[in-house]
């Protein structure tokens, strides 16, 4: 148990449908992260929300549409996904300090996303 | 883009065998982070190296970092089963004001009993 919760665990969708993963922290951490972890590839950063402001777009297509309503949550809404969008969903928050050491990232379990 | 490439990507090994996992980059990062991943789970902390040369042991994993601090490398002596997983090394760094990670290829590592 890392303190970062998401559901779902598992979601099989269509092309054509909208959802949305939802990722929760109960570290009381200021920056939250969604990455995109596939086979093939390393762990990819998506996004970055730093004290509830989106900081970085990883050049990420808009069918994927990340929200934080507040600095416990994080959402990530997903549109007209490809099959190629199939892969494992990973939510991380971190304590953003400001010196110049960078601390550790505590990551959820996952939501391994298929896409027909 | 700052790319961390891992080496071996694949490792099977028996148990109590030693192994060396390195990961090696163009770039220069501020501090190298390696993390575990189990199957089903996210990636877990391991160890932060932060100064070029540093060496950390946890346990039965010793962990060096570059005197550039471009590269790093972890070695587990005696492996246990326990030690499966996925295994990554992940260049760190400030921009902005906010930390950024970016990670390896990974190493999968099985430990047979």
């Known amino acids: 148990e890392t303190g970062v919760t998401q559901t779902p665990r598992h979601l099989v969708m269509g092309m054509t449908n909208k959802k949305s993963l939802k990722c929760e922290q109960h570290?009381?951490?200021?920056?939250m992260y969604w990455y995109k972890q596939s086979a093939k590839k390393p762990l990819e950063l998506m996004f970055v929300y730093s004290l509830e402001e989106r900081v970085e777009n990883n050049s990420v297509p808009s069918r994927f549409s990340p929200e934080c309503p507040n600095s416990s949550h994080l959402f990530l809404h997903l549109h007209t996904l490809q099959p190629e969008d199939s892969a494992l969903y990973l939510c991380?928050?971190?304590?953003?300090?400001?010196?110049?050491?960078?601390?550790?990232?505590?990551f959820g379990p996952g939501t391994r996303l298929t896409v027909l | 883009t700052q790319l961390l490439e891992q080496s071996p990507q694949f490792l099977s090994i028996q148990e109590g065998e030693n192994l060396t996992v390195y990961c090696n980059s163009s770039?220069?990062?501020?501090?190298l982070q390696w993390y575990r991943q189990e199957p089903g789970e996210g990636p877990v902390l391991l160890v932060t190296v932060v100064t070029g040369g540093e060496v950390k042991k946890l346990k039965r994993l010793t962990f060096q970092f570059g005197d550039a601090r471009k590269d790093s490398s972890l070695h587990i002596t005696a492996a246990q089963p326990g030690d499966t997983g996925l295994y990554l090394c992940?260049?760190?760094?400030?921009?902005?004001?906010?930390?950024?990670?970016?990670f390896g290829t990974g190493t999968k590592l099985q430990v047979i009993p």
């Open positions: 991380a928050s971190s304590q953003s300090s400001s010196g110049g050491f960078v601390n550790e990232q505590f």
């Open positions: 992940a260049g760190a760094g400030r921009t902005g004001g906010y930390q950024k990670v970016t």
């Open positions: 570290l009381g951490h200021n920056a």
């Open positions: 770039s220069v990062f501020s501090s």
